[in-house]
């Protein structure tokens, strides 16, 4: 299996890049953040409490994130494997992941790809996104501004963790999407 982490803070494009990705070498994205919208949209009470973080820009809390993945990671698929995107987003979720991936997949993650790009082009392609998503969270720049605090203060150090089991890879976020899905597929080439 191929297991993907695909790291980066918000804005880094994680969603548009895990598109390319997921069709290129057939992988299933679970991506967190879609799930609570959809559970948002729907009412949901997982949505009504999502909805309580997320519209003031933090972080839903470990437990009720990590369950929803592990219902999310039991779901039977004929895909090579998985992109986790938006999850993990602490140390915390770092450890749940590893051992979701070896005891419901009997498998490892594969690598992190982290998506580099400077805060202020992540709030401008932020607060551009919130003129077409929809997103309450991508509205105001305040809001935008707090992702990107709660990012530092709490999902960076997932970085780390996966530099020390060597896992870790950067790729500039910055530039045309073609030419950072490129330096993706090599990355993911050279561990197939
Ligand atoms: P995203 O679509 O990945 O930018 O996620 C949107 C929002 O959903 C985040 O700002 C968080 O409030 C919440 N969220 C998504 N994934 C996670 C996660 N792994 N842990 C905690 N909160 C999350």
Known sequence: MINIVLFGP???????????????????????GDLFRYNMKNNTELGKLAKSYIDRGELVPDQVTTDMLIDE????????????DGYPRTANQTE??????KDVLKADISVCLSLIVE?????NRLLKRGETSGRTDDSNEEIIRNRI?????????????????????????????????GKLYAEVEKIK
């Open 10 to 32: 918000p804005g880094s494009g994680k969603g548009t890049q895990a598109q390319n990705l997921i069709e290129k070498f057939n992988l299933k994205q679970i991506s967190t």
């Open 73 to 84: 990671v039991k779901k039977p698929t004929d895909a090579a494997g998985f992109i986790f």
């Open 149 to 181: 605090k709660e990012y530092y203060a709490k999902t960076a150090e997932v970085a780390e963790l996966y530099k020390k089991n060597g896992k870790y890879v950067e790729v500039n976020g910055v530039g045309e999407i073609e030419d950072i899905a």
């Open 96 to 101: 749940a992941l590893e051992k979701i991936v």
């Open 119 to 123: 805060d202020e082009i992540l709030v």
